[in-house]
């Protein structure tokens, strides 16, 4: 599924794609599909996208979506140095 603290692209769309497939043949083969879309859990991106703001000083309704997307991108290389 996508990571929801990135902006939206059609690569995003490429598992969803690929499970619409499964499921029209499984429903053409005649088993009983439930479909279900997944987005995922959103606690650890914007829990890194906070405190890396906190850190920085940003405040959120100064920032535009290419901001949040920068400092996700530098919040992400930090917590990963982190380990």
Not at 19 to 43: M, P, Q, Y
Not at 63 to 83: G, N, P, T, V
């Amino acid at each position: 599924s996508p990571n929801v603290a990135k902006e939206m692209h059609v690569g995003h769309l490429r598992s969803t794609i690929i499970g619409d497939t499964i499921s029209r043949t499984l429903e053409f083969c005649g088993a009983d599909v439930k479909r279900l879309n997944h987005v995922g859990d959103w606690g650890t991106q914007f829990g890194m996208l906070i405190e890396h703001m906190r850190a920085e000083g940003a405040e959120a309704e100064d920032q535009d979506i290419k901001d949040l997307q920068q400092l996700y991108r530098s919040a992400k290389q930090r917590f990963d140095e982190d380990e």
